[in-house]
Nanobody, 117 residues
């Protein structure tokens, strides 16, 4: 029903910035919110940020004050501006879409973010 494609990952020095983008397609009218998760090998995926259809944003404590989620029409395109990056931010970042639930229903393929010391 919904397909998500992320882009913008890469390699950056600690203290640098990256901007991730996600484009949703398919039955986007059913999307209530979009967000980002990340995963390090051997660890569970962790929630990073969410933005509602009305533009309300929430962040994990680990990224609050450094990351900003925004949407050019949430449900179609969502961004994650990542500033003051730390090596512990290194992970595969996944775009997610919510359909009336507190858990994501749809996932993108992931984009690698690597922060060097």
């Amino acid at each position: 029903q919904v397909q998500l494609v992320e882009s913008g990952g890469g390699l950056v020095e600690a203290g640098g910035s990256l901007r991730l983008s996600c484009i949703a397609s398919g039955s986007i009218s059913s999307i209530n919110a979009m967000g980002w998760y990340r995963q390090v090998p051997g660890k569970q995926r962790e929630w990073v940020a969410t933005i509602s259809h009305g533009g309300r944003a929430n962040y994990a404590d680990s990224v609050k004050g450094r990351f900003t989620i925004s949407g050019a029409t949430p449900g179609n395109t969502v961004y994650l501006q990542m500033n003051s990056l730390k090596p512990e931010d290194t992970a595969v970042y996944y775009c997610t879409a919510y359909i009336g639930e507190f858990r994501p229903k749809y996932w993108g393929q992931g984009t690698q973010v690597t922060v060097s010391s």
